[in-house]
Structure formats: structure tokens, C-alpha cells
């Protein structure tokens, strides 16, 4: 392995943590990067003064690139759009950068496609990779003032939208092994009973998997559907607990295939929002999951 190769592969967990946050899918942040490498590969290092901060510029701006074109092939997605799930093998460890409550999980995530490209990049550079202004304002091409005011603006977007809920691991395994019991019972009242009253639930089907194409409102509508869900399944559907995005989440089986994952917004006792990721173009990094799971 050469020294650029050596400096690159140091770098690139936090430069895939950063992709991934911009775009959301784990194939452009894969582009982003190799893009991002063979830039490296031929610039002179005589005129690089810092390799993370040159990698950091060049990544950002290819993301921001990406972001633009991608917004505009995701108008034309069948149905409600949602991140690309990621496997523990493929999470950014807390290493990667200073970290956020939450910072990788899909309901941030969604609330950062409430942002412009720049927004977003601004927003992830300084809050969450502990970028100060002037470094932010040379990695985007802009004055210290203006990315202050971006942070701002995408600071007041995001804080007024996210629940700030801290719930831990145990608890939040206990909760969806709860989810599970009532939904596979079928038990209506005791969804509805766990599910917030303004709970909200979006599935990602893609147009190739069974999933609602609007977003669902209230407990009540959702309490039915999970409730058809089970009348209908008669016994083929399997929940599991897995680990999406460094949090604990579900996966669902139809058949012993892998149906979907989905994470939950919580507080510990009831779900706020459901986020269900069926498009298998998303679900590659899950597919081990099929044989252990449709065995046990």
C-alpha cells in the first residue's frame, strides 16, 4: 500500500460518514469517495498543506453535486422516499467524527432532506464534524458570514422538527420486542395503545415491494393497517430485532424473505414515528439476514 493510498483509507470513515449524512444512500457515498480517490491520486501533494481537510473539501463539494442531481431523479420515486438503510458493517463508528444524538439515525437523516445542498452541508460540517466557520467557508467557497447564517437557518429547521428523545438501547429493544407481541397478535387496542396519537408512518417501497404509498397520520389509521397486516399474513410474517443505522430496529420477513427494516422514533414508551425501508435495492447490506433468520 502506497502513502496516498495509506492517508486515503485513514480518512475514510470520516469522509463516508460525511457522504453518507449529504446523500443518504451508501452507492453515491461509495461514488462520492472513489470520485474523491482518484482525485487524490492526482493532485500535487506538494500543494496539499492537510490531507483530511483537502479530502474533506473535495468529498463535500461532490456531495453537494450529487445531492442536486439526485433531488431531482427523486420527484419522479413512486411513492414516500427514504433513506438507504446501513448495516453495523457498513455504520461509521463513533470514531469517525464528533457525534451528535443520533446523527446517523434514519429520522435524522429524513429531517436533513428538509435542507439545501449547501444548507446540509454546512449544517453537517460544523455541528456534527466540529468544522469551525472559517475552514466551513473555504470548503464551500463561501464567506464566514453567510455559512454562519446556513448553520443557523438549518440549526432552527432541524431543532424545530426532531424530537429530542433519549432512550438507550435496552429500552429500545424492549419496546419493539413489544411491537412485535401486539403485532403479530393482531391485538388492534394494543397497537393503538403503543403507538403516540400524532404517531406518523412512512414505508419506502419503491414501486418493487409491498408498502403504503403515502405516509400514514394517527394511531388510529396505523393501528389498522398492522392490524389488516396480521389478519392477512396468517402466520408468515417474522420480526426480528436487528441493528440499523447503530440503533436497534426491525426486520421483517414474508416467507422467510427479507421484507423490510424499519426504525421507530421513541421516547420508551410509545412510537412517534415509523420509518419502514421495503425497496430491496436498499436492503443488499441485509441480505445475510434471510438464511439465520428464515431457520430459526
Known amino acids: 500500500m502506497d502513502e496516498r493510498t495509506r492517508v486515503f ?29 482518484l482525485r487524490w491520486r492526482s493532485v500535487d501533494a506538494d500543494r496539499v498543506e492537510s490531507a483530511q481537510a483537502w479530502l474533506t473539501t ?3 463539494r461532490l456531495a453537494i453535486d450529487r445531492l442536486r442531481r439526485a433531488r431531482i431523479e427523486r420527484e419522479a420515486y413512486f411513492g414516500p422516499w427514504l433513506p438507504e438503510p446501513l448495516s453495523d458493517q457498513e455504520a461509521p463508528g463513533p470514531e469517525a467524527a464528533l457525534e451528535l444524538e443520533g446523527d446517523l439515525s434514519i429520522a435524522f437523516l429524513v429531517l436533513l432532506e428538509t435542507l439545501s445542498p449547501q444548507e446540509r452541508a454546512a449544517f453537517l460540517l460544523h455541528d456534527v464534524f466540529d468544522e469551525d466557520y472559517a475552514d466551513v467557508a473555504v470548503m464551500l467557497g463561501k464567506t464566514e458570514a453567510a455559512c454562519r447564517q446556513m448553520v443557523h437557518r438549518a440549526r432552527e429547521r432541524v431543532t424545530a422538527r426532531r424530537r429530542r428523545f433519549v432512550v438507550d438501547d435496552e429500552t429500545r429493544t424492549r419496546l419493539l420486542r413489544r411491537f412485535i407481541e401486539v403485532a403479530t397478535s393482531g391485538d388492534r387496542d394494543a397497537i393503538k395503545a403503543l403507538l403516540a396519537p400524532d404517531a406518523t408512518l412512512v414505508s419506502d417501497g419503491g414501486g418493487k415491494a409491498i408498502a403504503a404509498i403515502r405516509p400514514l397520520y394517527g ?15 396468517r402466520g408468515r410474517v417474522e420480526r426480528r430485532i436487528v441493528r440499523v443505522n447503530r440503533e436497534p430496529a426491525l426486520a421483517t420477513l414474508f416467507g422467510g424473505r427479507l421484507h ?6 421513541t421516547d420508551g414508551e410509545r412510537i412517534y414515528a415509523h420509518y419502514t425501508i421495503a425497496n430491496p435495492d436498499k436492503l443488499r447490506s441485509f441480505a445475510h439476514l434471510e438464511a439465520p433468520l428464515s431457520l430459526a
Open 219 to 233: 394511531a388510529e389509521r396505523i393501528a389498522w393497517l398492522w392490524f389488516a397486516v396480521a389478519a392477512r399474513s
Open 58 to 60: 473535495v468529498v463535500t
Open 9 to 37: 483509507d485513514k480518512e475514510r470513515p470520516r469522509l463516508f460518514g460525511l457522504a453518507y449524512r449529504m446523500l443518504s444512500t451508501r452507492a453515491d457515498a461509495e461514488d462520492v469517495l472513489q470520485d474523491a480517490y
Open 260 to 265: 423490510s427494516v424499519a426504525t421507530v422514533e
